[in-house]
């Protein structure tokens, strides 16, 4: 049973920076894209970072650009997403998920698993 696991959310003041993590088990990791979604209330999973298993990644755009860093680490079986200078609007809960493919995604339909989510609230 594939199973993932965040890790690391929490209140961060604006400019500040947190990391978050994304345990996966029940499966060879190694297989596997990931990518991290987010989501405020009200509003659909909005795509944010994507690793293909060959370490290629795809980020949603210049809001995060340079500010979010997307890695894994095969032998722990984790990926991580590296946040810097945070800002209000980054606040949601952010999910991750993976897929078994070669390519790499930033549809969340391509996604059959997922993690349960961990908050993050960027506030003075």
């Known amino acids: 049973q594939v199973q993932l696991i965040e890790s690391g959310g929490g209140s961060v003041q604006p400019g500040g920076s947190l990391t978050l993590s994304c345990a996966a088990s029940g499966l060879t990791f190694s297989w596997y894209a990931g990518a991290w979604f987010r989501q405020t209330p009200g509003k659909e999973r909005e795509f944010v970072a994507a690793v293909s298993r060959n370490d290629i990644t795809e980020y949603s755009g210049d809001s995060v650009k340079g500010r979010f860093t997307i890695s894994r680490n095969n032998a722990k079986n984790t990926m991580y997403k590296q946040m810097d200078n945070q800002k209000p609007e980054d606040t949601a809960v952010y999910h991750c998920?993976?897929?078994?493919?070669?390519?790499?995604?930033?549809?969340?339909?391509?996604?059959?698993?997922w993690g349960q989510g961990t908050q993050v609230t960027v506030s003075s």
């Open positions: 998920a993976v897929q078994h493919t070669t390519g790499i995604s930033q549809n969340a339909k391509d996604y059959p698993y």
